[in-house]
């Protein structure tokens, strides 16, 4: 099992910055990848950003070259340094682990970007 909890959204004017934060109940080196998703109202859950144990990252093309994912073991913890924010990117972010067979979600933290 485990257990994922976000945190660190917010409402913030365009063009500012957000860190999202996903704390892990255990090592998220014992996790394969740990990725953010985002879900907008009336729209369906998008993928966002993974990072592998390995530290291998992608990103969306929508936000490559805005958002930074990056983990600290030491905290168990994955963050999502969003940057250069946009009106677009108003949604529920959502922190989701991945170990061989299970798949797990946090509850979600809101990012609202005003214009």
């Known amino acids: 099992q485990v257990q994922l909890v976000e945190s660190g959204g917010g409402l913030v004017q365009a063009g500012g910055s957000l860190r999202l934060s996903c704390a892990a109940s255990?090592?998220?080196?014992?996790?394969?990848?740990m990725t953010w998703y985002r879900q907008a109202p009336g729209k369906q859950r998008e993928w966002v950003a993974t990072?592998?144990?390995?530290?291998?990252?992608g990103y969306a093309d929508s936000v490559k070259g805005r958002f930074t994912i990056s983990g600290d073991s030491a905290k168990n913890t994955v963050f999502l340094q969003m940057n250069s924010l946009k009106p677009e990117d108003t949604a529920v972010y959502y922190c989701?682990?991945?170990?061989?067979?299970?798949?797990?979600w946090g509850q979600g933290t809101q990012v609202t970007v005003s214009s």
């Open positions: 989701n682990g991945k170990t061989l067979g299970n798949s797990y």
């Open positions: 255990r090592s998220i080196f014992s996790i394969y990848a």
């Open positions: 990072i592998t144990s390995g530290g291998t990252t």
